[in-house]
């Protein structure tokens, strides 16, 4: 046995709430990396809802690493929700038309880029992660955080904005994690440092 399997939608048998999210995601602009999981109070599916104003025309994505796990009503603000903020008005008068339709003529709305969550990321419950940031590897996003700005590997942050509250493990451990990238071992690799994956102790990862 090395490990459940990573192609199937719910690896908790008999139980629906908890899926790997790269096998319910039906929209190709969000990109999920092997074993991530999403847990949900209700229903797996409310995961896409929580993409909010990912739209089509905007052709932003968001991209999520491997091993991430992911909290019931995490949230990721897209690109669609941007409105001018150097103009004398935010309001969108071209959507609306008759007469309006022009009122972005050689102009764009802001874009900041795709959302990018890094391998083995903790989310938590209703934190909300706007367009553009990047979570580095190993980082956890405290309950209820907004995270407007990126947040540093292996970084606990928190709040409204989220700010950095501590880093998991001084800096030579840290260069270390990232240099071996556990997360793209094999996999038969990874089940046989189970225990060294989750002790502390960086100098027994074979």
């Known amino acids: 046995m090395i490990g459940p399997d990573k192609d199937i939608p719910f690896p908790l048998k008999n139980y629906e709430r908890l899926c790997f999210l790269k096998n319910?995601?039906?929209?190709?602009?969000?990109?999920?990396?092997?074993?991530?999981?999403?847990?949900?109070?209700e229903n797996v599916e409310n995961f896409e809802k929580n993409v909010k104003y990912h739209f089509d025309f905007t052709e932003d994505k968001l991209i999520i690493g491997k091993f991430c796990m992911i909290a019931s009503d995490v949230k990721f603000i897209m690109n669609g929700a941007n409105h001018l903020t150097e103009s004398l008005s935010t309001y969108p008068f071209a959507i609306f038309g008759n007469g309006w339709e022009h009122a972005m003529e050689g102009k764009t709305y802001p874009n900041k880029g795709n959302i990018h969550v890094g391998n083995d990321v903790w989310i938590g419950y209703n934190a909300t992660i706007m367009a553009g940031v990047t979570i580095g590897d190993g980082a956890i996003i405290a309950t209820n955080a907004t995270v407007v700005k990126d947040v540093e590997p292996y970084t606990i942050v928190g709040g409204n904005p989220a700010k950095e509250i501590k880093k998991r493990f001084e800096e030579t451990i840290i260069k270390k994690l990232l240099q071996l990238q556990w997360w793209d071992w094999p996999i038969d690799k990874i089940t046989a440092n189970l225990q060294n994956l989750t002790n502390n102790n960086i100098d027994k990862l074979k």
Not at 28 to 40: M, Q, S, W
């Open 24 to 41: 319910v995601i039906k929209n190709p602009n969000i990109i999920v990396g092997d074993y991530t999981y999403y847990d949900d109070f």
